[in-house]
């Protein structure tokens, strides 16, 4: 049975909502821009250690004690902040008097760290029976309008996509909208491990409370990553579902 009266929790999830869930706002320590707080990535910083040094860290979950400092650029500008010295010089404003360790791989420790709370997310939901898994099974719910976010690994054939894709269209009532799921920015071997399942392609949740607990970490690595949430139309062609 569909229910058009429920919102597809697709890629434009986060941006769709912000305005009434994102909460307080944050400033980015290197552009100076303002951004809702889920928006952004929270740096913080270890315990002194035996040198009175602390080290830089990622808090991919944004709940660790203590000060603070939030980060709102790609991977790549980070990389190039962090060569020029401008993160240096942000973070020994935004953390004044501590003595830091800053990572020389820093960027990608924010992006391991963000990958696996996106993960850790999905196999929370996973164990309590929200997350749908198998082709078939997706295909049968999104046609009934039971599925409220979908997801493809970044190896899923475009075929494949398409016609899920297609089928939740046809369930939410939504046919020439070009709403579609999200190319994850993991393959199917990384996504199977992670979730303990085999050949891991293709993953919906049903429930939308669910799909924004997953969108907003997937919405943090995506935009850390410089990704931008593609979805296909009726006619095949890809298109961006965030802009």
Do not use: Y
Request: hydrophobic share 45%.
């Amino acid at each position: 049975m569909r229910n058009p009266h429920n919102e597809p929790l697709g890629p434009d999830i986060a941006d769709g909502r912000k305005a009434r869930e994102s909460g307080p706002e944050r400033r980015c320590i290197l552009t100076g821009d303002n951004a809702a707080r889920d928006a952004l990535v929270r740096l913080a910083i270890s315990p002194e250690g035996p040198d009175g040094v602390c080290m830089v860290l990622p808090d991919a979950l944004a709940r660790a004690p203590g000060r603070g400092a939030w980060i709102g650029v790609t991977r790549a500008e980070l990389g190039a902040a962090l060569a020029n010295g401008k993160l240096k010089g942000a973070l020994a404003r935004a953390f004044k008097g501590a003595r830091l360790d800053i990572p020389d791989n820093l960027p990608d420790l924010i992006a391991q760290a963000l990958t696996r709370a996106f993960l850790d997310r999905l196999g929370l939901e996973m164990r309590a029976g929200r997350l749908i898994l198998g082709t078939d099974r997706i295909a049968e719910q999104a046609r009934m309008g039971g599925v409220a976010w979908l997801g493809h690994a970044a190896d899923a054939a475009d075929d494949g996509s398409r016609k899920l894709d297609q089928a939740w269209r046809v369930g939410m009532e939504a046919e020439g909208s070009g709403m579609g799921g999200v190319r994850l920015p993991l393959d199917r071997a990384t996504l199977s491990v992670a979730l303990g399942r085999d050949n891991v392609v293709h993953l919906a949740l049903a429930d939308e409370s669910s799909a924004e607990r997953v969108a907003l970490p997937l919405r943090r690595l995506l935009q850390f990553n410089g990704a931008a949430d593609a979805a296909t139309d009726d006619n095949g062609e890809r298109t961006n579902a965030s802009a």
